[in-house]
């Protein structure tokens, strides 16, 4: 008897899943979203200039390379329609429960319950966790938020209806985000006051458009867009990913940063305040060739005194006040609180919060002893600083589809306990060689200092670790 599968998110992850599932013949599944539409990150993350560092061509489906992206690196509202093309191709939309968002997911003995807000439990035989990492906003304790007289939001939750044109406007935040967004506000807004807490290692962002011809040569010369995008990920393996280990490209990556502040940032008071003084890699490094020059401008004011307060006009500092009628939080995710708010229970009534009090973990970032048929995508430990995350959740998913054949008949698989503790060694010791060990803070690592967010190793190395499950790693329950 073919499994019935539960896959909870309909984002890159959760849509590779249902593809894969239909590919294969199997199309007893569902999937819940919580929204009102697919896309998951690339949905809710709407804001101004939106987009992504890793390469079109990289940041795609193996099966679907998809010769129609019309730039270099994707903007969100191209990687959504990818999406979207996905979904209607491989006809997994009408199995899509849009609205649904699940609270509560029971191994019950036998099967697993998946509740929805407001619904009845259903059962399932297999439940595959697709929420990401990226998902659930973060905002700032910050003292007065709710006396502010003006809008105020967070970039993932940005408001399209409140026009910045003419405004004086203040972004709480450096990041990744905050950095694609701050040049198209700079260019409308009357005032911009940047509130930066760490600068970060920026590097150029060599981005272009894809005229006609080179989209028609993707379509119709056989292997050029297959052998372009293995030299994208064969650059991104061969030279970010050393810079990441202490290798041999950690001073190139350092020299090239600075080199991009000196040659954009002509002021000297200025660069100093963006010069990182941690070493490249420890957070994420943006890729961006707009961020520099917008701070730059007369308009735009850097201020790295820590906030005391929010006002009802504004944003104070120890030092001076900052008048302003508009908030932006670019303050990142919740990204090491992994599942939540789901309450996940597993066997004899272990919840999966209370077994990841120390931080989670989960045996190649997708099992968890005692929650039997239970996969995570995008789970603990397989965010990369590097490369395409799309490699990994392919991974992911072909690793759980070879776990299916060992499913059928209402059979169910666990990993071992003690697989977890030497995968958990194993680990810890790579985790050790890499650059966002002691004395680097990022999004990266719990409160306590404890990474639980990105893989230590090479990615052709998590390939051949997810190829198969290994039989010694799992048992039946």
Request: proline share 8%; aromatic share 10%; glycine share 10%.
């Amino acid at each position: 008897m073919t499994p019935k599968v539960a896959i909870i998110g309909a984002g890159f992850g959760g849509l590779c899943m249902a593809i894969r599932l239909e590919m294969a013949g199997i199309g007893s599944y569902t999937v819940f979203e919580k929204a009102d539409g697919l896309g998951g990150t690339w949905r809710d993350n709407s804001y101004p200039g939106a987009g992504c560092d890793i390469p079109s061509h990289l940041y795609s489906y193996s099966f679907e390379k998809y010769a129609s992206w019309t730039r270099r690196y994707p903007e969100q509202p191209e990687i959504l329609a990818y999406l979207e093309h996905c979904a209607d191709k491989y006809g997994v939309r009408g199995k899509i429960k849009f609205n649904a968002e699940v609270t509560d997911a029971a191994f019950d003995g036998t099967r697993w319950q998946v509740t929805t807000g407001g619904g009845e439990p259903e059962a399932f035989d297999v439940v595959v966790m697709s929420v990401g990492q990226l998902n659930r906003p973060r905002l700032p304790a910050i003292p007065g938020m709710d006396d502010f007289e003006g809008a105020a939001f967070h970039s993932a939750r940005w408001d399209h209806g409140h026009d910045v044109t003419g405004r004086r406007v203040a972004v709480i935040g450096s990041g990744s985000s905050a950095a694609q967004l701050i040049p198209r506000v700079a260019e409308r807004a009357e005032r911009l006051t940047v509130f930066q807490r760490t600068p970060n290692w920026v590097i150029p962002k060599p981005d272009a458009e894809f005229g006609a011809g080179a989209r028609l040569a993707f379509r119709y010369v056989p292997g050029l867009q297959r052998a372009y995008r293995e030299w994208i990920y064969r650059y991104a393996e061969g030279t970010l990913y050393p810079a990441l280990a202490g290798g041999w490209s950690r001073d190139l990556l350092r020299k090239r940063a600075l080199g991009h502040l000196r040659d954009q940032v002509p002021d000297p008071e200025l660069r100093a305040k963006l010069t990182p003084g941690y070493p490249p890699g420890c957070k994420r490094v943006i890729i961006d060739s707009a961020f520099y020059p917008a701070l730059s401008r007369d308009n735009v004011e850097v201020v790295t005194e820590p906030i005391s307060r929010i006002t009802p006009k504004g944003v104070e500092t120890a030092r001076a006040p900052y008048e302003a009628d508009t908030i932006v939080y670019a303050t990142g995710f919740r990204a090491t609180e992994f599942l939540s708010p789901i309450r996940v229970t597993g066997r004899a009534g272990r919840d999966l919060a209370e077994q990841w009090a120390g931080g989670p973990e989960a045996y190649l970032g997708i099992s968890v002893p005692h929650f039997p048929n239970l996969f995570l995508l995008y789970g603990p430990n397989t965010n990369l600083g590097h490369n395409s995350i799309v490699f990994m959740l392919e991974c992911q998913v072909g690793h759980v589809m070879a776990c299916l054949p060992h499913l059928s008949g209402g059979r169910r698989l666990e990993v071992r306990p003690e697989a977890m503790a030497a995968w958990r060694t194993q680990l810890d010791a790579a985790m050790a060689r890499m650059v966002w060990g002691d004395g680097c803070q990022s999004w990266y690592k719990t409160a306590e200092g404890r990474v639980t967010n990105n893989w230590p190793g090479p990615t052709p190395l998590y390939r051949r670790l997810t190829a198969r499950p290994p039989r010694a790693a799992y048992r039946q329950v």
